[in-house]
Every structure is written in structure tokens, then in C-alpha cells.
């Protein structure tokens, strides 16, 4: 199967601090993985695409100097959170893309952002 | 954000019934897809769908890609209460490979 991991999988921060959450791709290499956020109780909202090796595309709306995004390498996205507020405090989920003969996402198990 | 419409918003069963959903877009999609997710979890894959009419079955999961490319409904057969948890649709265009998400579906299973 497809693995995706997160870490960290929660964070406590304080407010200004800057929070790095890193999203790995497992058992497969992923030129494309995405950016979510969730709120409790509701759906998953894309905040970027992040692309391996060129610049993330962020969906309207979110400040991409807020939410830095950088993919590296075919296995690794990471998403920084900049001086983080408690506004910003919400469940951030990545995902990666396989490609092949079918084009699906794998999810990661979440990270858990708390700012005090 | 877009997402799609998907109905019931939640539901209590008895354990062992079957359970029905269904999710509507406006627009046509290329590729249907199902997951549920736990609390505190990311969602996890179950069935995906990639030909209008196409029906895919996944152990007591069965699911369908309408023939209009406009909708999708998933059931799960027999339910039990490891079956708790949210369901999600998505579908996506190819070429763009951004999801857009149903609004959730909350099943509770009593025992």
C-alpha cells in the first residue's frame, strides 16, 4: 500500500513562534503532494499544491508568506507556519500524489496545531 | 472553497443494517473517490472510481461512479461499529489532480 507520514503528529506552540510540519511519502515518490487544513466537524480544505522542485501554488485566500511550503526532494514536503497565531490552530493534513496507471492521493495522519 | 454536495450529513444505525450515501457535483469529474476518517486520523482510502458506470466493490463496501460523471454513492453492507467514523467523497479532473471534498458523512453504529 501507499504510506504517508507526518510529523510531528501534534504541536503546542506559543504565539509568534514559527511551527515546521514535515510530510513524507513512504513507499513511493511523489512529485506532487498538497496541503490541507481541517476545522472540527468539517471538510478538508486545500490550502497548496506543492510541487517538487518549483515554487507551491496556494489556493486563494491563503498567504503564502504565512504558510511556506518547500519539496525538496521526491519524498519530503514540509509546511512552515510563521508566526503562528491562535487563529491559526487547526489539524493540518498532507497528502501524496502516485501516479501510474491511476492517479490517486494518499492522506498522512494529521498534525495537530495548537497556538497558546 | 467548491465542495460537493453529500447527503445525509450524519446518521445513527443498528449494527448490522446497511448504510447508504450519495454525493452530487455540479460539475463532471474524471475520478470519484471514498474515504473515511477517524477522529484525529487522516482520512484513509477506500474505493476509488474511475469510469462513468463503474460499480467497485471493497470487502461490505460497494460503490459507483454515476453514468453522468456527476455523481457518486457509496454502501456499506451489514454495518458494524468499527464503521463509526466520517466518510468523505472527492472527485477530480485529470490534469489539475486537486480534490474536491464532500461535505462528510457522520455514521454512528449502535450495537
Known amino acids: 500500500g501507499a504510506v504517508v507520514s507526518q510529523h510531528p503528529s501534534w504541536v503546542i506552540c506559543k504565539s509568534g513562534t514559527s511551527v515546521k510540519i514535515e510530510c513524507r511519502s513512504l513507499?513511493?515518490?511523489?512529485?506532487?503532494m498538497f496541503w490541507y487544513r481541517q476545522f472540527p466537524k468539517q471538510s478538508l480544505m486545500l490550502m497548496a499544491t506543492?510541487?517538487?522542485?518549483?515554487?507551491?501554488?496556494?489556493e486563494q485566500g491563503v498567504e503564502k508568506d504565512k504558510f511556506l511550503i518547500n519539496h525538496a526532494s521526491l519524498t519530503l514536503s514540509t509546511l512552515t507556519v510563521t508566526s503562528a497565531h491562535p487563529e491559526d490552530s487547526s489539524f493540518y493534513i498532507c497528502?501524496?500524489?502516485?501516479?501510474?496507471?491511476?492517479?490517486?492521493?494518499?492522506f498522512g495522519p494529521g498534525t495537530r496545531l495548537t497556538v497558546l | 472553497g467548491q465542495q460537493l454536495n453529500q447527503s445525509p450529513q450524519s446518521m445513527f444505525i443498528q449494527e448490522g443494517e446497511d448504510v447508504s450515501m450519495n454525493c452530487t457535483s455540479s460539475?463532471?469529474?474524471?475520478?470519484w473517490l471514498w474515504y473515511k476518517q477517524d477522529p484525529g486520523e487522516g482520512p484513509v482510502l477506500l474505493i476509488a472510481?474511475?469510469?462513468?458506470?463503474e460499480l467497485t466493490s471493497n470487502g461490505r463496501l460497494t460503490a459507483q461512479f454515476g453514468i453522468t460523471r456527476k455523481d457518486s454513492f457509496l454502501n456499506i453492507s451489514a454495518s458494524i461499529p468499527s464503521d463509526v467514523g466520517i466518510y468523505f467523497c472527492?472527485?477530480?479532473?485529470?490534469?489539475?489532480?486537486?480534490?474536491?471534498f464532500g461535505t462528510g458523512t457522520r455514521l454512528k453504529v449502535l450495537a
Open positions: 472510481l474511475y469510469k462513468a458506470g
Open positions: 472527492a472527485g477530480f479532473t485529470s490534469g489539475t489532480y486537486k480534490y474536491i
Open positions: 513507499d513511493f515518490q511523489a512529485t506532487t
Open positions: 460539475s463532471i469529474f474524471n475520478t
Open positions: 506543492s510541487n517538487e522542485g518549483s515554487k507551491a501554488t496556494y
Open positions: 497528502s501524496a500524489l502516485r501516479t501510474g496507471s491511476t492517479d490517486t492521493q494518499y
